[in-house]
């Protein structure tokens, strides 16, 4: 089956940068997606990476390394709204898609 | 408007009173999939589905059907619901399997 860890909790202030960590189990790897949510509301894309290397998308880039089964999530420029919970996700070839159990991530002014 | 819609976005039942959630995307979307998510911890997958006909267990299937008859809609049925599938539940599409999953704004049930 498929396993992920990530930290449960993340602490930063506004405007400092923050990475998240993921690393993952699976068979059949075909790709680590991230998504925010917040409190109540549906989960909302962020990255996905499907081969090695950093895709960036605004404030947030991701990281992947196959080889290590690892990646992560970089908010930049954090601010009050980044405030959420952090989900990385990993897809399998076969179409399965496993969630890990979240970091929630707290900005202070 | 894009989206994926969820009907109902709340209920409260009783144990053993089937229900259907139902679950509809006009993305044209081939991929489809339900998740549960308990506090705590993330989301869980029950069933996916590659395309029309095409379905498959995810990580939680017990307990849960699902059907595939059109490309839009997913519904996710529970032929006999019980106190432990009390949960919040999000229905997701995405283009193909592995892409951006788009997801609905979630159910919450309550099985008394």
């Not at chain 2, 979307?29 to 267990?57: A, C, F």
């Not at chain 2, 006999?80 to 892409?99: D, E, H, I, K």
Request: aromatic share 12%; with cysteine; charged share 15%.
């Amino acid at each position: 089956g498929q396993s992920l860890e990530q930290p449960s909790e993340v602490t930063a202030v506004e405007g400092a940068i923050v990475q998240i960590n993921c690393t993952y189990q699976t068979s059949g790897f075909y790709g680590l997606s991230w998504y925010q949510q917040h409190d109540g509301g549906a989960p909302t894309f962020l990255s996905y990476n499907g081969l090695d290397g950093l895709e960036e998308t605004g404030r947030f880039s991701s990281f992947l390394s196959r080889s290590d089964s690892y990646g992560y999530l970089l908010l930049q420029e954090l601010q009050m709204k980044d405030s959420a919970s952090y989900f990385c996700a990993v897809n399998t070839n076969a179409g399965k898609s496993t969630f890990g159990d979240g970091t929630t991530l707290t900005v202070k002014p | 408007e894009a989206q994926v819609t969820q009907n109902p976005r709340y209920l409260i039942t009783v144990t053993g009173k089937k229900l259907t959630v139902t679950c509809s995307q006009n993305m044209n979307h081939e991929y489809m999939s339900w998740y549960r998510q308990d506090p705590g911890l993330g989301l869980r997958q029950i069933y996916y589905s590659m395309n029309v006909e095409v379905t498959d267990k995810g990580d939680v299937p017990e307990g849960y059907k699902v059907s595939r008859k059109e490309k839009r809609n997913f519904p996710l049925i529970l032929e006999s619901p019980s106190p432990n599938q009390t949960s919040l539940y999000f229905c997701a599409s995405s283009p193909s399997q592995g892409m951006t999953q788009y997801f609905g704004p979630g159910t919450r049930l309550l099985v008394l």
